[in-house]
């Protein structure tokens, strides 16, 4: 695990509740840890949001002819998918 880092602020009411219910559920082992599990989640949202955001640009940027193939690779991909369980191992 990489060194931790001491954090002293002052955050709002509902973050400080919040926080402890994480522990008191079992959710984290500290308000420490229920804090990195916080901002791993804001993390992941907000790379999320600008992948997001990248592949739309991508496809806006895309010529007719790109688009075209890119449609084309669509069909044959869900077409080759629908006889597969993604549930099995």
């Known amino acids: 695990m990489p060194p931790r880092k001491k954090l002293s602020t002052t955050i709002g009411a509902n973050s400080y ?3 402890h219910r994480m522990v008191k559920a079992g959710r984290a082992e500290s308000v420490g840890e229920a804090v990195d599990k916080a901002v791993e989640i804001a993390r ?3 790379s999320r949001a600008t992948l997001e ?3 739309a640009a991508y496809f806006r940027g895309l010529t007719p002819k790109a688009a075209a193939e890119e ?3 669509e069909d ?3 077409a ?3 006889g597969m369980d993604f549930d099995q191992p």
């Open 17 to 19: 509740d919040y926080l």
């Open 71 to 73: 449609n084309d690779l």
């Open 53 to 55: 955001r990248q592949t």
């Open 80 to 82: 080759e998918s629908q």
């Open 76 to 78: 044959a991909l869900s």
């Open 44 to 46: 992941r949202v907000d």
